[in-house]
């Protein structure tokens, strides 16, 4: 009896979890492609998924929620981000459009410029 209480309380809360990435999580991952932001902005972002998900399992601030989404097969926001990007500029790159196509071709250039001027300066010290 104990395990069936258990096992309907974990389906309970995966679909709250479900609904919470549904409709939570998209607000929150709006437009993050296209914004340049810092590992700090990452990083609060990424608390503040973490508490939702700590919420939802009545865990405590001081516990990790790392082993939680490895054993629910979830990432954390920093790595869908990270996805979202690549994504994006896959989109970008498989446009039909020219303009789209144009400026991402750009982009690529200005990164690969500024990726050079490093390494030069790395490999001067």
Known sequence: MLHAIVFLYMVLML?????QESYSLPVLMYAMPALPLKSRQLDELN??????????LNCNTWESVKSVLF???RLNVTHLIMMRKINFYRNMY???SCTLY???CRFCRVVVIMCQSVFKQVSRC
């Open 15 to 19: 679909a709250l979890l479900s609904l």
């Open 47 to 56: 608390v503040c998924w973490n508490n939702v998900i700590r919420k939802l």
């Open 71 to 73: 054993h629910i097969d």
């Open 94 to 96: 498989a446009s039909k």
């Open 102 to 104: 144009n400026v991402l």
